[in-house]
């Protein structure tokens, strides 16, 4: 069983603020992802990193950004939240090895911004 | 353009039946394929998955299919409970070094007692 960590689990704020959303897992996984999920729709990847100090645009483009100086710690940074950032952001990793591209998610930050 | 279809958006099955969820998909470079359940608000949990090069993959009451030619897996739940009362993602992903997911849409299973 996977042991990955999302914070806050849902927040509400207003248009302008700076948030940062927390994900860390304690399985030393060297690969962590983060997506982005409306309701309704595919999760759609934003991010990604594959070790410290290396980061990844996903797909998806995202006016968010990420950083990984620790291993167990992917969080990542709106620095003006807009009304059109409202979603569900959900965090995963990885260990990658061959034949295991099981990715462990967290249980998610619901964001909404008035 | 999506590459992971999940055609059918949600699927009702009676207690006891077998529930089959479907899932195309268009990218010849996928060799892994995973089924993922989501409750509302929690994030995925892996469910099951599936190598090209198999065509078959079984875990208790869970039984993925692979038709390459058809580009084509389906997920088989049998028999189904309440529990399984979900929306299940199928996401493929390619070669090791490539493990990046994509998803299909999902589609929302409700078990009838």
């Known amino acids: 069983e996977a042991d990955i960590y999302q914070t806050p689990r849902y927040l509400v704020i207003g248009t302008g603020k700076k948030i940062t959303l927390e994900c860390s897992q304690t399985?030393?996984?060297?690969?962590m992802y983060w997506y982005q999920q409306d309701p309704g729709m595919e999760l759609h990847l934003i991010h990604y990193?594959?070790?410290?100090?290396?980061?990844e645009k996903g797909d998806l483009s995202s006016e968010s950004t990420v950083s990984r100086i620790r291993t167990e710690h992917f969080p990542l940074t709106l620095e003006s939240a807009r009304p059109s950032h409202t979603s569900q952001y959900l965090c995963?990793?990885?260990?990658?090895?061959?034949?295991?591209?099981?990715?462990?998610f967290g249980a998610g930050t619901r964001l909404s911004v008035l | 353009d999506q590459q992971v279809k999940q055609n059918s958006p949600s699927l009702s099955v009676q207690e006891g039946r077998i529930s089959i969820l479907n899932c195309d998909y268009t990218?010849?470079?996928?060799?892994?394929f995973l089924w993922y359940k989501k409750y509302p608000a929690e994030g995925p949990t892996f469910l099951i998955s599936i190598s090209s090069i198999k065509d078959k993959n079984e875990d208790g009451r869970f039984t993925v299919f692979l038709n390459k030619s058809a580009k084509h897996l389906s997920l088989h739940i049998v028999p189904s409970q309440p529990g399984d009362s979900a929306v299940y993602f199928c996401a493929a992903s390619g070669n090791f070094g490539n493990e990046k997911l994509t998803f299909g849409t999902g589609t929302r299973l409700t078990i009838i007692p």
């Open positions: 990218n010849s470079m996928f060799d892994y």
């Open positions: 399985m030393g996984h060297d690969k």
């Open positions: 990193s594959y070790g410290v100090n290396s980061t």
């Open positions: 995963a990793s990885t260990d990658g090895r061959a034949g295991g591209n099981i990715q462990y």
